[in-house]
């Protein structure tokens, strides 16, 4: 079929397009065709990229997560190295301290001890010290140093003189009992407490004896007088007499004591006369 003028043109522009896309399109199948293997390829190719990115990311977060994981270790150990350190030091202060505690406390308990055995040794020695040891010569050695010094002093001594010094000795022994208990607790040798009542009844029990010690004296003294025919009796009614005149010089004498206690004075030796003693031989009396 024949087209004439512009139309004819027209379809052979239109075929001639047609004949061009289809060998265009041929062209580009055969293209596809073609070019399939290299796509594939391709494909793979990314897909081993795309694996070996994940695999080194993988790897690098790992990696990341093992280094972390090594530091956080490491920090661990090091914080547990620091706290076993800290741990060693306070034990090591610890135990520095105990000792140091264990040392002051034995040096105080020493201390203790020595204090404590230095007061028990000073309340003992304190005790000792006022310890009163009731002689039973502690008057008679009272009286003979009285005479002593009366016969030092007279180149004798007589009736008198023996009667005058028991009163002083008495009065001088009370004194010393009353200034003892004046402030300070006394005490017996075997640690019982000595009372100023108990010594005085203790000083009037020695004076008893004394009487009855010079009765005694004077009565042998005459005794041997009588029998060597020196004297025509035994002087038994001044002998009894010398009893009484050594109770009134114990009496003088502690009034004595009472006036010179209130004024100060001295208590010493006065020349009192008692009894009818004196009309004793004086050779009864002297001694040494």
């Known amino acids: 079929m024949a087209i004439r003028g512009v139309g004819q043109n027209d379809y052979y522009n239109t075929m001639t397009a047609a004949k061009s896309s289809e060998g265009m399109n041929g062209s580009e199948k055969t293209n596809d065709v073609q070019d399939l293997p290299k796509r594939e390829e391709m494909d793979a190719h990314r ?10 990311s993988y790897k690098k977060t790992s990696e990341g997560k093992d ?16 706290k076993r350190q800290q741990k060693e030091l306070l034990d090591e202060k610890s135990v520095k301290s105990e000792r140091q505690r264990n040392r002051l406390s034995k040096a105080w308990t020493d201390e203790w001890q020595m204090e404590k055995a230095a007061s028990a040794y000073e309340a ?12 039973a010569t502690s008057f008679s050695d009272m009286r003979a140093g009285i005479l002593q010094q009366v016969r030092e002093d007279t180149g004798q ?19 010393e009992i009353e200034q003892r208990h004046e402030k300070e607790t006394h005490y017996q040798a075997d640690g019982a407490v000595l009372t100023r009542e108990e010594e005085i009844k203790w000083l009037d029990m020695q004076y008893e004896q004394e009487v009855e010690w010079q009765k005694s004296c004077a009565r042998i003294a005459a005794q041997r007088e009588f029998f060597q025919g020196k004297i025509p009796e035994v002087p038994t009614k001044e002998i009894e007499e010398l009893g009484d005149s050594l109770y009134q010089a114990k009496d003088a004498y502690m009034k004595l004591y009472q006036e010179n206690r209130q004024s100060g004075r001295t208590l010493v030796m006065q020349n009192y006369r008692f009894g009818s003693g004196s009309r004793l031989p004086g050779r009864f009396w002297e001694r040494g």
């Open 157 to 175: 001594y007589g009736y008198s003189d023996i009667v005058n010094a028991c009163g002083l000795s008495y009065a001088r022994l009370y004194s």
């Open 124 to 135: 003992v020695m304190d005790k000792l010290s006022h310890t009163v040891v009731q002689s």
């Open 67 to 82: 280094r972390k994981k090594n530091q956080l270790e490491e920090y661990l150990e090091e914080r547990m190295q620091i």
């Open 47 to 56: 897909k081993e990229l795309y694996a070996r990115s994940q695999d080194s």
